[in-house]
């Protein structure tokens, strides 16, 4: 009973302090491509346009204009800006032109340029789990317009009908272009907790720790990752002791993500088992020979025991929890476990026992991406400790073996161990993320994967937050003057 009790609590207090084992920080450069990306893909551009072409109840004629049509709407121009706390600040620029005839038959073309601004706050979808983000206060702001009508053509006509017309339909027509592009952005995160496979050993999951964070120049996400094994059994991370954090020196606007150590050696526990090896080959890249007479030439004992010489089989047990460690620059990977040495005899007998050492050993990690998938190769770093446990050839000097070791590990166990890693272990699958472009650097406890994207050095759009005219709040537009005919400001 208090069995089940603890597990019970100890589960809750377990989750209740989930230390993050990743975390993303995304900067201006992802949202801009993400919205832009968005905008495209849900082909709003024509979407808008064929909706401003609509006929609508709140569309009033003109007075002596016939025939009225909307255009052509503008390519949107989108600007976006982080609101600390709250989300993005997000305008879309757009134009269209409105054309008719007038009643003394020329034809008519009102050209309005305008903004549509919203606060796009960022949430947690309760139910997914998923970032979310949810527009408000939409807002249209009429920035020109201009018209080729005839100075003395009734400015007062046009004026009414910017005011009852445009006024009116406008955030009724822009508004849900907003919503829409939102709506793509935020189905590019439907796959982040959704469990990903780690060879056929499990299976790793992105889930959120709470709700995004927004601060004036990115937006943080804390992931908990979920490492699970195929049986069910779900791997603990470590408690890192120390917070995570990313170093600062990146650029303004860019994006990171931090993968803890704690969080790889989690991962990497699902492979452990692939790393017990028994090697049986004689002939092992540039190693001597691997048989007893080998051997022998650092144990006599092994002579005096098989004095016709045998091949050798090794087998390679890891038996404790293995583990990542990260210092800036330099990750290692920490083994311990046993090397025992058999003789192997004629086919169909057992192999015959050496002698078993107790070792522990690190390699080094290398990493880089592909294909979305973090990949891991490793060299021997240090063989640290090899202490002798049975023997069934008397009492030897182990040390004699540290080189043979050193060499054996290197040629024959590493590449086990680097084939074995070939599975690679997945990234978060989030808004398109393509992780080939990254730049990798191995900080304290983690490593950093500085996101590229594709489209270097583009320009962030100028911002549009200083906003003038709001077509929903009282009072004149101040219209810029034309370039054609008349200026509708000179009345
Ligand atoms: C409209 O948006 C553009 C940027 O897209 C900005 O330069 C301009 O100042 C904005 N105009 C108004 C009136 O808000």
Partial sequence: MLRILCLVLCGLLTTARADPGALLRLGMDIMNREVQNAMDESHILEK?????????????????????????????????????????????????????????????????????????????????????????????????????????????????????????????????????????????????????????????????????????????????????????????????????????????????????????????????????????????????????????????????????????VTQIRINKPLEVTMKTGKSLLHLHGTLEMFAARRPGKALAPLFLLETHFNLKIQYSVRENRLQMSTSLDRLLSLSRGSSSIGAFNEKELTGFITDFLQEAYIPAINDALQVGLPLPDFLDMNYNLVELNIVENALVLDLKLHRPGQDLPASCLHTTNRLHAVGEPTWSPTTRAASLDEE
């Fill in 48 to 312: 808008m346009a064929a909706e401003a072409g609509k006929k609508r109840p709140g569309m009033k004629p003109i007075k002596g204009i016939t025939n009225l049509k909307v255009k052509d709407v503008q390519l949107p121009v989108i600007t976006l800006n982080f609101v600390p706390e709250v989300g993005i600040f997000q305008c879309v620029s757009t134009g269209m032109t409105i054309t008719g005839k007038s009643f003394m038959g020329g034809n008519m073309e009102i050209i309005v340029v305008l903004n549509i601004t919203a606060t796009n706050r960022l949430l947690q979808d309760e139910e997914m789990g998923l970032p979310m983000f949810k527009s408000e206060g939409c807002e249209v702001i009429l920035v020109s317009v201009k018209t080729n009508l005839p100075s003395n053509m009734l400015p007062k006509v046009v004026n009414k009908f910017l005011d009852s017309t445009l006024h009116k339909v406008l955030p009724g027509l822009m508004c849900p272009a907003i919503d829409a592009v939102l709506g793509y952005v935020n189905k590019k995160w439907a796959n982040v907790n959704a469990p990903m496979p780690v060879g056929q050993m499990g299976t790793v999951k992105y889930v959120l720790t709470s709700i995004p964070t927004t601060t004036a120049s990115y937006i943080q996400v804390d992931f908990s990752p979920v490492v699970q094994q195929h049986e069910g059994s779900i791997i603990q991370l470590a408690d890192a002791g120390e917070a995570l954090g990313f170093p600062e020196d990146y650029a303004e606007g860019s994006s990171q993500l931090l993968l803890s150590a704690a969080f790889l050696t989690a991962e990497l526990a699902l492979l452990q088992k692939s790393f017990d090896v028994n090697v049986q080959d004689t002939m092992i890249g540039k190693l001597p020979p691997q048989t007893t007479e080998t051997l022998a030439r650092f144990i006599p004992e092994v002579a005096e025991a098989y004095p016709k010489w045998k091949p050798l």
